[in-house]
């Protein structure tokens, strides 16, 4: 039995050996344990933090203590075997799932958690699809071996018809459920066992029982990994089989490409697959030499910049904490090297920024540095105005990197201070909370006066809210949630004649257009707006035409069912006149504006609510309740599943329904219940919620 590795501590580490990764998975499928694990087997810990206990390192926040959730995004630095790991931990909720997006963006590789008795779960299938879109490599991690119905092959066979990549299983179980005590490498054809409360992996032959199996799974995965990697195959039609080392670099190659996703299995609760799995870590996924260069713009040219200390450099800001004490910004070094007091261009605001001082982080500590080099996820103090999304760079070699995507809020409520003289500290405390997370944001409502904050759910919003109580000890009032509705198109009008004239002195305005107006099947996108010309002869100038369409812009942001913004609809501009003095830009956008304006009261209009997909997992038993809730709430079952003696019912459901729904679910399965829900669009309201809505 060998020792445990512990941590390698050196001072500076090649590209080479740089692993930056994130944690991804469907909440409560064991991201944070894995997390914690890792940290305790590099060493980087020395005691296994408990979610349940409230003692994990990257569950810091008392609000993630609190409710046994990961909420916020976060950083940690540990070493093994020579390689250092930027590990960021994401939350698994759909409420959070901006926090993961900004992880994505800028790390290299990911370990995707599965559950093993439910497979893949809704939230699994929302953050893959993330990866996917960032062109992220992954493994997977099928965890909770030791539960009763655990199934590696169930749920790797959940991988594949779900998220349809090529499964490389590399990894044979040792016993099942609770009798589940370690896993045979098929590399290396070795048994590697873990005894309870042993600080060692145990290596040994392979028990004869699992002989003839590991050999048909070997064989299995080199006929897999053959078809796809030219060198593999080659060796394999001359050999008929493929050695450890060939299949290892055949692994690698097609994880990087994203042809295949290497699985592997174990309970990190119970301390068993983490050392594999860090293995798989550095063997498999990408070092930042392995991705392409980070590819920017500067004066309208792209310009790449390599992973390169020595070259000009160039980071991005994914993350800001604003404490009472300062700003701390996280960065992803991507070229070049950071010293700390460097002077830095903010390529966005266009201004000088200073460094004054860098962080290594674990969570919420954090271990001082000189310098951050190409590779490095860091985070830095004496920053002012850089937000995440931000590019820094070297001032004699500006680039401007893509900046960070923002989802679009979709529920919203009322907040004001208890005390009047408490307004002012709330207006602070809200700013400080959108500059952090920039899929909050905070408005006045122009005919109520109120404050109102939207976020992307309600857990997102009671956890925002909790934080101004919390943090900056504000009694806070909160109205009911309410949800961002759109106004679409029901059936358009056609010749729809508007002209503005205006003269009150001096040169006066005149402007003449006609509009079709009708409904656009590309609605799918929730700012859905198709604009054109069909003017002939040259009417309407082109420079008037633009001004039109800027106009018919405007006009999208107020409908006039309840003033909510206008989506899914195509308007063309047929015809119009011109005056020799009097007609310009300004004359036709105003005609753009108040004629569309005009249109849409002439039109029929529909009202447009957000839907979300809703998975519900409940006993057996409790099914039917659960059916006819749904159906009160306007649901429409889309499917469902049975394993384990749980029941999974899939439902589409207005989300202004399912406000309170976790407490009536509770209520329903006496605590045995469960949902999770993602956004999936709009679909029309009934007349009722118009009603409302106004």
């Not at 907040?415 to 400080?432: G, K, N, Y």
Request: hydrophobic share 40%; net charge negative.
């Amino acid at each position: 039995m060998s020792e445990r590795p512990r941590a390698v501590r050196t001072h500076t580490n090649p590209l080479t050996t740089v692993r930056n990764l994130g944690i991804l998975a469907h909440v409560d499928a064991g991201k944070t344990t894995v997390t914690e694990r890792i940290l305790y087997t590099t060493g980087t810990t020395y005691k296994r933090g408990e979610v349940h206990d409230g003692t994990t390192v990257t569950d810091f926040d008392p609000q993630e203590r609190d409710r046994g959730i990961t909420i916020f995004a976060a950083a940690v630095s540990c070493s093994w075997n020579g390689h250092r790991i930027n590990l960021i931990d994401t939350p698994g909720h759909v409420d959070f799932a901006d926090e993961v997006e900004r992880s994505l963006r800028v790390l290299d590789g990911a370990v995707a958690v599965f559950d093993a008795v439910a497979g893949v779960e809704p939230q699994s299938e929302s953050v893959w699809r993330q990866a996917d879109r960032h062109g992220v490599p992954r493994i997977a991690f099928v965890n909770k071996m030791d539960r009763a119905g655990a199934d590696l092959d169930t749920a790797v066979a959940s991988i594949r018809e779900r998220l349809h990549p090529v499964p490389l299983v590399v990894q044979l179980p040792i016993g099942t459920e609770d009798g589940f005590t370690g896993v045979v490498d098929l590399l290396s054809m070795r048994a590697l066992t873990w005894a309870d409360g042993a600080e060692a992996v145990e290596e040994g032959p392979v028990p004869d029982a699992l002989r003839e199996e590991a050999a048909r799974r070997r064989r299995l995965l080199e006929e897999t990994v053959a078809e796809r990697h030219p060198a593999a195959l080659e060796e394999f039609c001359d050999r008929e089989t493929l050695g450890a080392a060939t299949l290892a670099a055949a692994l690698r190659d097609l994880t990087r490409g994203g042809d295949g996703v290497v699985v592997l299995c174990g309970s990190a609760y119970r301390d068993r697959g983490v050392e594999p799995l860090l293995n798989a870590i550095v063997t498999y996924l990408p070092s930042p030499l392995d991705v392409p260069p980070v590819r920017g713009t500067h004066d309208g040219t792209e310009q790449d910049r390599p992973a390169d200390p020595a070259a000009p450099m160039v980071a991005l800001a994914f993350k800001v904490n604003a404490t009472p004490t300062g700003r701390m910004t996280y960065l992803r070094v991507y070229s070049g090297t950071l010293e700390k007091g460097d002077t830095v261009w903010d390529a966005g605001t266009r201004r000088t920024e200073r460094i004054g001082r860098i962080l290594r982080v674990r969570a919420d500590r954090h271990d001082p540095l000189e310098r951050a080099v190409a590779g490095d996820i860091v985070a830095v103090v004496g920053l002012k105005s850089a937000r995440a999304g931000s590019t820094l760079c070297a001032p004699g070699a500006p680039l401007l990197l893509e900046p960070l995507g923002v989802a679009e809020p979709v529920v919203h409520v009322a907040v004001e201070a208890r005390r009047s003289t408490d307004t002012d500290r709330l207006a602070s405390a809200l700013a400080r909370l959108t500059e952090e997370d920039p899929s909050l944001a905070v408005r006045t409502d122009p005919e109520t006066g109120q404050t109102v904050l939207s976020g992307m759910g309600e857990l997102h919003l009671e956890v925002a809210v909790e934080r101004v109580r919390r943090e900056h000890g504000i009694e806070v009032t909160v109205g009911r949630p309410g949800v961002a509705y759109r106004e679409t198109v029901g059936e358009g009008v056609s010749g729809f004649v508007f002209r503005h004239v205006k003269q009150d002195g001096g040169a006066g305005q005149f402007a003449h257009v006609v509009l079709d107006v009708e409904p656009w099947e590309g609605n799918g996108d929730e700012g859905g707006f198709v604009f054109r010309s069909a003017v002939v002869g040259g009417r309407v100038p082109q420079e008037f035409v633009r001004a039109v369409e800027a106009g018919c812009r405007d006009a999208l942001a107020t409908g006039p069912l309840g003033g909510h913004p206008v989506t899914g609809l195509r308007v063309t501009l047929t015809d119009g006149q011109t005056h020799v003095k009097d007609s310009s830009d300004t004359a036709f956008r105003t005609a753009g504006r108040l004629g569309l304006r005009d249109a849409l009261r002439a039109s029929a209009m529909v009202l447009l609510e957000p839907v979300v997909e809703v998975t519900v997992t409940v006993p057996e038993d409790a099914v039917g309740g659960v059916l006819g809730d749904l159906a009160a709430r306007r649901g429409r079952v889309t499917g469902s599943d049975t394993r384990g003696g749980a029941a999974a019912v899939t439902a589409t459901v207005p989300l202004a329904e399912l406000f309170g729904y976790a407490t009536r679910l509770r209520s329903r399965t006496q605590g045995r219940g469960t949902f999770t829900a993602r956004p999936t669009g709009y679909a029309p309201a009934p007349t009722a919620a118009s009603t409302s809505a106004r």
